[in-house]
């Protein structure tokens, strides 16, 4: 089984700010707004350099979201993305590896057209598993 890195999440304080530098001063284009989306309760602006495939995902969450956790300088990376081709087969088999698992199939992306589960590395680093919906 594949885990292709496609993006890097940043959980930012003040969503409007970020994506003015981002889009403003580095020159990246927005590619998708996620609007306060459950459970997260939070928004998402997904964001690309002009030629380049890697994606930036800037995440800020409402007060009281178990992904919005007290802000602290230096944690700022709030999760890396991979894409896997069966969400299922690649939690099971990091599961048996002895994987933490935070959030479970299932429970996000579904009413956005894919499926995804969160998963920590060994320093407490979210990973996120996508298994993009396959066209019917």
């Known amino acids: 089984m594949a885990f292709r890195l496609v993006y890097t999440g940043l959980r930012v304080r003040d969503i409007g700010r970020s994506l003015k530098f981002y889009t403003e001063i ?3 284009e927005v590619v998708e707004h ?3 989306f459950e459970p997260t309760r939070g928004k998402a602006v997904i964001l690309r350099s002009p030629g380049s495939s890697q994606l930036l995902e800037l995440n800020w969450y409402e007060e009281g979201s178990r992904f919005g956790t ?3 300088n230096g944690e700022e990376l709030d999760h ?3 894409e896997v081709e069966d969400l299922q087969h690649a939690v099971k088999r990091l599961e048996e ?3 933490e698992v935070v959030v479970r199939p299932g429970t996000i992306g579904d009413e956005l057209g894919w ?3 969160f998963v920590k590395d060994p320093d407490g680093i979210w990973i996120e598993l996508v298994q ?4 019917a």
Do not use: H, I
């Not at 993009?132 to 066209?135: G, L, N």
């Open 70 to 72: 007290a802000y602290v």
């Open 132 to 135: 993009r919906k396959k066209p």
């Open 115 to 117: 499926r995804e589960a």
């Open 34 to 36: 996620l609007e306060s």
């Open 80 to 82: 890396l993305g991979f």
């Open 97 to 99: 590896k002895g994987v």
């Open 26 to 28: 580095l020159g990246m």
